[in-house]
C-alpha cells in the first residue's frame, strides 16, 4: 500500500509504542463481520499523548486516516483501506463517577460502561449493555436498543479536531438524529464524553440488563460474527420485517447469509468475503424496493 512509507513509520515509532503499529492489518481481525481486507496501518493509542502524536504526524504528513472503536458497525472491502485506521480501545478506555454523572474515555465498551453504571445505582444505561460497541462509536452512531438512544444519556462531548485543536459540545450541539450524530460529518475524534444517569435501585438495574440480554440472545444470531442490524429502519417500516416478506430470509451469497433468526441481520458463516457481504446487501436492497418500493439504507459503514 502507497500511503505509508519508512519515514513515516521511523516519525510514528519515536513517539508511539512500536507495540501499538500493526503494518499491513487484516482488519477482519478487529472487526465483528470477521471479513474484509488490510489496512495500511494499524494505530492502537493507549494513552491521549499517543492519539495527539498520531493526528499530529499523519496530518503534517498528510496520510489519510480513519478512526474506528471496536469494529461492531463496519466492513472493509476486501482492496482494503490505503490509509491509517486508529483504533481507540483499551488504554483509552479510563471511567470516574461523581454523583449522577459519568466522565469516561471513548474506548470504553458499552457492556462495561454500563456495569459501572449499574455498580454506582445509576439507570439510564441499561439499554446499552448489549450493544458490542466502543462509546465514542455509540456517540458516533447514537446507538440504541429497547426504547433508549445515546442521545438520551450524553450531556456533553469533547473531541479532537484535525488541527489538533480540542472542541467541547453541550447536548444541544451534538444534533442527535436517527443513526446519527454531527459526529458523522465534523471529521472530528470523540476523546471525553460526560453522561447524566438518575439515581435508581441497584437491583432493578441488574434485572432489566439481565432480561434485555436475555431478549438479545433469543431474538439476534448474537453467535455469528455480524454487524448488528445491517439496514437502517426506514421510515414507518422495519427493515428485517420487509426482507423477510421479500422472500430473502436465509439467503445466502458465499459464506454471507441473511440471518434466519432474525432478517435484519447479514452474517458471516464462515469464510465470508466482504464482497459476498456486499453482493448479497445488494440483492436484499433490490428485491425489496421491487416488492415493496422501500430503499434500504445499510447502517454499517462501508470503508474502502
Ligand atoms: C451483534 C451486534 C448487535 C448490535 N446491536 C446494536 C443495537 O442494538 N443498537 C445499535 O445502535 N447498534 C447495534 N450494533 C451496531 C454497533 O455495535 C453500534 O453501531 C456501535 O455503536 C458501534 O460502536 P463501535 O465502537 O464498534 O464503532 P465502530 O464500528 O468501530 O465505528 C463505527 C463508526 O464510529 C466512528 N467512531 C468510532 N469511535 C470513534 C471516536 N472515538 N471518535 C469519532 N468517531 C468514532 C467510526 O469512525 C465509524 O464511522 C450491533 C452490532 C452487533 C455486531
Redesign the pocket.
Known sequence: MKSINDTILKRLAADIDPAHLIENCPMSRYT?FRAGGNAALLIQPDCMVELFSAVNILGREKVPY?????????LFKDEGYDGVVIR?GEGMDRVRVEGNVIFAE?GIKLSQLSKVAAGNSLTGLEFACG????L???V??N???YGGEMKDVVLSTSSLRRNSMVKDRGKDQLEFGY?TSV?QKSD???IGVKLLLKPGHPYLIQETMQELNAKRNEK?P?NLP????FFKRPEGHFAGQLIEEAGLKGLQVGGARVSPMHAGFIVNEGGATAQDILDLMKIVQETVREKSGVTLEPEV?IIG
Open positions: 465483528t480513519m478512526i474506528m472503536g471496536n469494529g461492531s458497525n463496519l481507540i471513548p450493544i458490542p460497541g466502543s465514542g462509536g455509540a458516533y452512531m446507538a440504541g436498543a443513526r459526529f472530528e475524534i470523540l439476534q448474537v455480524s454487524a448488528g442490524s459503514r
